[in-house]
């Protein structure tokens, strides 16, 4: 007994040659020198085989003792029992129950496994090891780092794919940058998303810890002090992936033929502290309009320019030459360039009655026709109008290239519309009525359907109807009043001979001084708004020509009653309807025609005298 007691190990049995593996692998040492093994976490129903390596020649025999929450075979262990089995190599699997969890297995239950080796004398070493249900820290993959660019609207025109650059056998993306802004000014802020990083291991959500990004590179083209450890920018998992940086340092030579690139790495870390492969992408950075050609387009109404236009629509076209890489020139038209920077609604509102217009997007060979209405621009006198015309590439607010042209042109009064010469010199004029339409006003008539000029007004001898310089249609209507004025002066006389004799010898004396034919007429022509003027030479005209008529002998009216009776009696009522009929079926009002008539009813019967 005592000699089997005091026998040697045999050699190589030793802890130093001796190791736990845990699926056929060994786990991780602990750091701290207090334990064999760190603490090996697994994931919940992680199905583990332990096994063991030992440099040892001599037959050797396995004992496993495990204290935890379940035993070998899954069953439950009370507190302080513990569970025993001889396999050389045990396999179990790992869960204590709890509903409530993602993974129905309590997360941090921990086991402790001793193993217990000796040969046939007894020689025996003790190894052990914790194992723990952590679905977190149980992390068997690394995470995978991937990132975009975040498209916004602001500067979506000013990123562009250019190429894929390989790198160790990966197809990296290449971007040009067009920065927004000159000189010191000039930069853009780009959006980046890593959301969409992952870890395979993660129980939800992507499972990303941090983000690392770091750009290299990044200074002037030609520039030598830069870092050439690049700048680093370390976020945390409430960042969400998403991250931005400002560019400003341009990387192309003047030319525009040489570059150099700016590159950006991404790397995330997954909560198990494990790191992804580096993630790239690589950026040029140009000036604004960089590459950008002047759009050049041809006119087709270069002519019009300064010259005489009496139509109702002008139609502005022409073709774009070159100039549109994008294939976004636009072409605008309008009467006011202020009309330009109008907003969409009163823009749409103008288009509707042709007082703006637009073209659709353009490239190069693509042809324009703007159309616009200048019916309300003309007027009863000769007037200019300029149409803008505004070109430019790209949307607002981001348009490139804007450039403003003008032309004039010369409206005629009326669209154009001559007067007869000899019905302007009777006085006559276009003028504008409620509506803004040119309407003639004068002696003469036009017929716009027939274009035909008609003299309203003639006299006895069939010259024109406006003696004296004085209007024919005003002479018309005094003459009618005269009429009146001179049927009553007759009438008040005759009643004054028969009525009494008395007053005979002084009727030369009242016909002169109450009664003067003449200053009656004058002021009962001031009382109907005349100017004492005018109508003083209505009345001397008037005077005269029935003068010219009575019979020599001068005696006054009331001793000539004769002559007196036209202005009762002095036309036919036949001829005098059928003048009347003939000028209200010419459009003229009740009165002015009844004044016209009776004229015309007048002189046609001094004609038949």
């Not at 050389?88 to 496994?113: N, R, V, Y």
């Not at 190894?127 to 780092?145: H, K, L, Q, W």
């Not at 519309?417 to 010199?425: G, I």
Request: aromatic share 12%; glycine share 8%.
């Amino acid at each position: 007994m005592i000699k089997y007691q005091v026998s040697p190990y045999p050699e190589n049995f030793n802890l130093a040659n001796l190791e736990i593996t845990i699926n056929d692998e060994e786990p991780d040492a602990d750091d701290n020198g207090v334990n064999f093994y760190d603490v090996y976490h697994m994931k919940s129903n992680a199905e583990i085989t332990f096994g063991f390596n030992t440099a040892a020649t001599v037959p050797l025999h396995a004992d496993w003792i495990i204290d935890g929450p379940t035993n070998w075979d899954g069953s439950t262990l009370a507190s302080g029992v513990t569970g025993h089995t001889n396999e050389t190599s045990p396999t179990m699997t790992f869960c204590k129950s709890d509903l409530a969890s993602l993974t129905k297995c309590a997360q941090g239950e921990q086991w402790h496994i001793t193993l217990m080796l000796h040969d046939d004398e007894g020689h025996a070493r003790i190894i052990d090891i914790t194992v723990e249900t952590n679905d977190v820290e149980a992390d068997e993959e690394r995470p995978e780092a991937d990132a975009i660019i975040d498209m916004r609207t602001e500067y979506q025109d000013n990123i562009e794919f250019k190429e894929t650059k390989t790198v160790q056998n990966v197809d990296w993306d290449v971007y040009q940058i067009t920065l927004q802004g000159e000189g010191d000014d000039a930069e853009l802020v780009v959006h980046f998303d890593a959301s969409n990083s992952s870890d395979a291991d993660a129980l939800e959500g992507n499972g990303i810890f941090t983000y690392e990004w770091k750009i290299l590179f990044d200074t002037p083209y030609g520039g030598t002090e830069f870092d050439p450890d690049g700048h680093t920018f370390t976020l945390s998992e409430a960042s969400g992936g998403m991250w931005s940086y400002k560019f400003k340092n341009i990387t192309v030579d003047p030319t525009g033929t040489v570059e150099q690139q700016i590159r950006m790495e991404l790397v995330v870390t997954d909560k198990a502290q494990k790191f992804s492969e580096k993630f790239r992408m690589y950026f040029v950075v140009v000036p604004e309009g960089f590459g950008d050609e002047e759009p050049e387009i041809q006119w087709d109404n270069v002519q019009l320019n300064s010259s005489k236009f009496d139509q109702d629509t002008l139609t502005i076209s022409g073709q774009v030459l070159s100039g549109a890489e994008t294939n976004e020139v636009y072409v605008e038209a309008a009467f006011f360039e202020e009309n330009f920077s109008e907003s969409s609604v009163m823009k749409y509102n103008m288009s509707q009655k042709g007082l703006w217009g637009k073209s659709d997007a353009m490239g190069d060979t693509d042809r324009f026709e703007i159309t616009l209405n200048l019916e309300s621009f003309y007027t009863n006198k000769s007037t200019s109008q300029r149409v803008y015309i505004k070109y430019y590439e790209g949307e607002y607010p981001n348009e490139r290239w804007v450039t403003i042209k003008w032309i004039e042109l010369n409206l005629p009064a009326c669209q154009g519309l001559e007067a007869d010469p000899q019905a302007e010199a009777a006085g006559g004029e276009f003028i504008l009525d409620a509506n803004g339409d040119c309407q003639w006003n004068g002696a003469w008539s036009y017929n716009p359907e027939t274009g035909e000029w008609t003299e309203n007004s003639q006299t006895s001898d069939g010259t024109e109807g406006a003696e004296g310089g004085l209007d024919a249609t005003l002479i018309a209507i005094v003459a009618a009043l005269l009429l009146a004025i001179v049927g009553g002066t007759v009438i008040f006389m005759r009643r004054g001979a028969d009525s009494d004799d008395d007053f005979g010898g002084m009727e030369g004396a009242f016909g002169a001084d109450a009664l003067d034919p003449t200053e009656q007429y004058v002021q009962q022509l001031i009382a109907q708004g005349y100017p004492e003027e005018t109508a003083r030479a209505f009345a001397a005209q008037y005077v005269g020509q029935a003068a010219a008529e009575q019979p020599a002998g001068g005696q006054p009216a009331a001793a000539q009653p004769a002559a007196a009776q036209p202005a009762a009696a002095a036309f036919d009522q036949a001829v005098y309807e059928q003048y009347y009929q003939q000028f209200v079926s010419q459009g003229y009002d009740a009165a002015t025609a009844a004044a016209y008539a009776q004229q015309y009813a007048i002189q046609y019967a001094q004609s038949q005298q």
